[in-house]
């Protein structure tokens, strides 16, 4: 018999945190409900050619109305941490200003219902929802952004603080600032290194700055902050692939970690990043990016083989994508590679610094067939046990890996991809919001049960 086949939940032993994620943005729906302010998703959705199939997250999975249902199924799976974000613009309408009172109120319910339910309430500040007014006034490119920042985490950390003890600031900054400021693929959909290098800057003091005020305001605080991570592999053992590996190791691994734990920017003669350090005047701000979080929140999905590219401006670098090197994929065309997720886990607990890592995101998105009401979603269940099988062995080799938490409870908006992509162990359909476990959330619920 395989690991694979006899992993059990009790072998990362009996304080293992298991958890499934959900993200504001892209569950709750109810985007002008009760005081909500528009966020940068709620207009970008609008947009046409924006989002496959030409969809928005104006309704979502109704979260916001059925979420004591769905928490109901957090707890029947067996998970015991429920992790999600607070919208922005649900607390502060315009970014800034008044306060809306039926936002806060609908976070203590939520919170309030977790803890009925032993479930314990892991809060994202920030999940990729900036309130659409900031944005009108520069978003993460303004120099205003952390004054911003600053009085929507104190709102948050004052009014939760007494009942959640568990924070992340900010969710794969690498994520919405090259996707959203570099190429215009996600909200707010702008371009270029102008919009690119202030929103790096700002988000790397921002997640400092949270951590900071959550620290203050919130007794026995655990904080971490998560980043989107891959191991990047060379093409080849040629001299110009190492060095493109590198140039995008630095970009998608090191550059929001390493301010962190006070290394200032990585550079490594990279070019860009010289250019980053000289833009925001970076000597200046090496300690305010600096912060001692209690645990660093690590969320991977695949590998990324990279060749030298000099047709490519500034990284000169291209990946190799997984079809053409005919190697197994999710169907988002994500590689498949569980031995990747054991070394990127390795070289993130490589850094002195880090104290803890939990897996903050991890899983899949396959075309599931309903068939006689049931989704057999086999592809779903291999992949978990197989990362599952990796994650253990890096507990195992000596990594202090706290928990798991599954991407994601149910499928949902998924960002540009709309309702295409499908990540959730419960599936949605999205004209009745009829709810269906599926086998890999049967699975997980035997798995944590044994």
Not at 73 to 100: C, D, E, H, Q, Y
Not at 376 to 387: A, H, L, M, S
Request: hydrophobic residues 40%; aromatic residues 14%; charged residues 20%.
């Amino acid at each position: 018999m395989s690991k694979e086949a006899i992993l059990k939940a009790s072998d990362f032993g009996d304080d293992f945190l298991w958890g499934v994620v959900i993200a504001a943005a892209q569950n709750e729906g109810g985007y002008k409900t009760d005081g909500r302010g528009l966020s940068i998703w709620d207009q970008f959705a609008n947009k046409q050619g924006k989002i496959k199939g030409g969809t928005t997250p104006a309704i979502a999975c109704d979260f916001y109305h059925r979420y004591k249902d769905d928490l109901l199924l957090v707890k029947a799976l067996g998970f015991k941490v429920f992790r999600f974000s607070i919208s922005w613009s649900r607390i502060l309408p315009l970014g800034t200003g008044k306060i809306n009172q039926e936002g806060i109120q609908f976070y203590h319910r939520l919170i309030d219902e977790c803890l009925n339910l032993d479930l314990i309430p892991y809060v994202t500040l920030y999940h990729w929802d900036l309130p659409a007014a900031l944005e009108k006034e520069g978003g993460w490119t303004s120099t205003h952004l952390i004054k911003w920042f600053t009085r929507y985490v104190q709102i948050c950390t004052q009014e939760y603080g007494g009942k959640v003890k568990n924070w992340i600031v900010l969710n794969e900054p690498m994520g919405f600032t090259s996707l959203g400021y570099m190429i215009g693929k996600h909200a707010p959909g702008k371009m270029g290194l102008s919009n690119f290098l202030p929103a790096v800057h700002n988000a790397v003091l921002a997640q400092a700055e949270g951590g900071r005020i959550i620290r203050t305001n919130v007794p026995h605080a655990h904080i971490g902050t998560s980043f989107s991570c891959s191991e990047i592999i060379p093409a080849t053992q040629n001299k110009k692939d190492i060095e493109a590996a590198n140039r995008i190791d630095i970009l998608l691994n090191r550059l929001f970690i390493e301010p962190s734990l006070g290394m200032g920017y990585p550079s490594d003669g990279f070019a860009l990043m010289d250019k980053l350090y000289l833009h925001n005047k970076a000597w200046k701000f090496t300690e305010r990016m600096r912060f001692d979080f209690d645990f660093i929140g690590v969320q991977n999905y695949f590998p990324v083989v990279v060749k030298y590219n000099a047709v490519i401006p500034i990284i000169q670098a291209s990946d190799i994508n997984a079809k053409s090197r005919k190697v197994p994929a999710t169907d988002m065309g994500w590689e498949v590679n569980p031995n990747s997720f054991y070394n990127i886990i390795q070289q993130y607990a490589a850094y002195p610094s880090v104290k803890k890592i939990i897996i903050s995101e991890n899983g899949a998105f396959y075309k599931d067939k309903m068939i006689h009401g049931v989704i057999n979603d086999t592809n779903r269940i291999d992949y978990f046990k197989q990362y599952l099988a990796a994650l253990l062995k890096a507990k195992n080799n000596g990594v202090n890996i706290a928990g798991y938490f599954a991407w994601t409870l149910m499928d949902n908006f998924e960002w540009s991809e709309g309702y295409h992509a499908r990540f959730g162990l419960v599936h949605v359909d999205f004209k009745t919001q009829l709810r269906t476990v599926k086998q890999s959330g049967h699975w997980f619920r035997q798995f944590l049960a044994q």
